[in-house]
């Protein structure tokens, strides 16, 4: 965001060209759907990707009578899947929050869809918590989480955006 202009004058051409080849343009972030549709806007890219997936693994595509719609049966999975995780962790979740709250000056954070995160005050600080999470994975394996920098959101260890992508790849038969 930093550069003028925020991307290259010829990323337009190059993703047309792509897609001429048989590529999707796919955007894989962390980002909610909302936030990644308005960093595009913001930075003048209105081509319109051909999937985008969002939240670390949710994947969309876009829709015919909405804007963007779910694209096969992973969102659901994921959505189950972080469900019944919080629910299966609650006891080791509870055990993390006590540890950041009393033993560092990091922040354990609750948003507004119910996922759960931690941020540090310094990359060091969340290398320690990430020690303290590793020794509860021995216990519950399916413990995961996505890590930016200070930043760092719980998950299900079976839904991150690389095996988004690797879903992504075979719903449209791409090795």
Aim: net charge negative.
């Amino acid at each position: 965001p930093e550069s003028d202009p925020a991307f290259h004058p010829a990323l337009g051409d190059m993703i047309r060209q792509l897609r001429k080849m048989g590529a999707a343009w796919t955007i894989n972030t962390g980002r909610s759907l909302s936030q990644t549709l308005q960093g595009l806007g913001s930075h003048g890219i209105f081509m319109e990707p051909d999937f985008i997936i969002a939240q670390e693994c949710e994947i969309y595509k876009p829709g015919i009578f909405t804007k963007w719609t779910d694209y096969g049966s992973w969102n659901r999975q994921a959505r189950k899947a972080h469900e019944r995780f919080m629910k299966d962790h609650q006891k080791s979740l509870d055990a993390i929050r006590r540890m950041v709250e009393t033993e560092t000056s990091a922040e354990f954070m609750t948003g507004d869809l119910g996922e759960l995160g931690i941020v540090a005050t310094t990359d060091e600080e969340l290398d320690h918590i990430c020690r303290y999470i590793a020794s509860h994975q021995g216990e519950f394996p399916d413990i995961g989480y996505h890590r930016n920098g200070i930043y760092l959101r719980f998950s299900h260890s079976a839904y991150s955006k690389g095996s988004a992508l690797g879903e992504l790849s075979r719903l449209l038969g791409v090795t």
